[in-house]
């Protein structure tokens, strides 16, 4: 799986999910049609947004994410075209959710970051786990063995589903 | 090598490893609220044959905007209630509902071992009953009901030990908020907060869950304190609870659950209880807070600071607020309501000012005790339960450019509405701020007649 496009950079740490998607927007019961509402909590966002319009690759700082657990961050960034975001750190949830949603998250060192965010463009090997800034030589991130697959293999919930014989084994063996 | 009161808790519902450092865990309780179930709940619906690994295991509670306030989150509601019926899962609708992490211990769903969890940041709060409790997005919350597991790579512990007692108007609140200003504001990532020490066990229930709730605020997973006779005399008699020698044998093992003497940690923090003072948010995240007495901090982050309209050295009851808001998953039981009420009682407030209790149980309770009048009286809205202003959704959302004092979790910016700003502090605080019409605390205002301030109609 190749993801290949322009870089958003989004040059602040701390953004929370009430930032990503306010929790006005959050009056739905589907996953889908939510792009529209991305970073109209965050002073400017929708303005940033506007200058990378078929931007695929979000680069951050550190913590994104943090905050309330909503998936609607997750799905909002894949919504607006968002295959990918680049950040030293993530908060828990939205790490999780990220991955549950083929929204590659990728870790990487405040150095590297500090290049991604004056990148234009990037090309990222999901499955090799490298990236190409603007052309150049292949960096190597580290993804979760387990939730690459998620990205990769068919999702969170096929996988979940798969493991029920084992889950009801092990509680029928656990009560007694 | 002894274990953590976590590792117990861990350890018990580790189904299977998995690739990387990630587990399969058991989770015992799901908390379905309208807000974050239906999409997961569609998803099992359309892929996996409406399949739910065992109804029984959740509980469904419509908290968010109840009663809904438009069509959209009308429909939400609906779609929680139809799928609880069709399902045979409890639900807790209007007139009898609440905030999901007030009704839920209150009707005795949490025990202490436990594993819950739920679509929601603040799930956290339940850990102050000796379970494993966190929030998850939607897609793992389809995934518990679909299979009763989350994928989980296990966290870290840090120990949190709070020695002497909290006092001085100290509360759970600033003692939450200190922990936070003491850590980081993203120390905790990764981490299971595993309170100890004198400090937290002196705490009630109410301020146990107050502390757990704000875990989440450092980044941490959860937080978690060990069950003690407080734990044991909080569940007997709940809704959900057995009753006679059924339920002395679950205290039996309740008690038993805890941290080895030898138990490691990966890490760890002291606070002392003793010196913690009353605090207020100054900032754009929990982590920016300082005592009420005193001034912002002169290294302050300035985009915190322009943010809220601050300065540096700023005294911080100096500050005029707008808004009063009393209400919460981190505050809004009857015990915070009867701290607010101290100070309201015979008193009036300055600006607009909302008391929400955490659930319409609190509030017949507090109603029992006449504290809706207490709050009426002193010119405050005394409301259903709801999650309300909090998350800037409903009853009570600040308009741009206004400082709301608050008792609620997070200040982000636009939380409570766009472009909005708030200071977060106990309701006591934030009792005394609205009488004020800045912030402040109950010390400074002008004492009361003696007949009034027992409560005795002048």
Redesign the interface.
Known sequence: MIISGSILALD?A?I?T??II???Y??????SGLGQYLFT???DGPGLLATKPGARILVTR??FG??????HA?WALVDHGFQAVIAP?F???FH??AY??ALTPIVLSDELIELALRAKSATIDVEQETLSLDGGAPLSFSL????KQFILGGG??R???S??P??RA??IA?SQ | MGKSLFEKVWDRHIVEQLPGDNALVFIDRVVAHEITTPQGALEIEHDFGDALYDPQRIVAINDHVSPAKDADTAIQAQVLRVWAKRHGIRLYDIGDNGICHVVVPERGYVEPGMTLCCGDSHTCTLGAFGAFALGIGSSAQGGAMLASCLVLSRPKVMRVHVTGKLGNGATAKDLALTVIASIGFKGGTGYVLEYTGSAISALSMEERMTLCNMAIESGATTGIIAPDETTVAYLRGREQQPSGAEFDARAEAWLALRADEDATYDTSVAINGSAIRPVVSWGTNPGESAPITGTIPSDADPTSLTYMGLEAGQALRSIAVDQAFIGSCTNARLSDLRAAAEVFRGRKVAIPTIVTPGSQAVRRAAEREGLHDVFQDAGALWTHSSCGPCLGMSMGVIAPGTRCVSSSNRNFPGRMGADGRVHLASPAIVAASAILGRLGSPDELEPLPLAQSRGIAA
């Open positions: 602040r701390n929370d009430d930032q306010p929790a006005r959050l009056t739905g019961i589907t996953k909590g965050l002073p550190e913590n943090c905050g309330s657990s909503r998936e997750a750190s908060a828990r949830i999780e959710n549950n949603n979760d063995p387990l939730r969170f919930m996988y979940l589903a493991k029920i084992t889950i092990w509680e656990s």
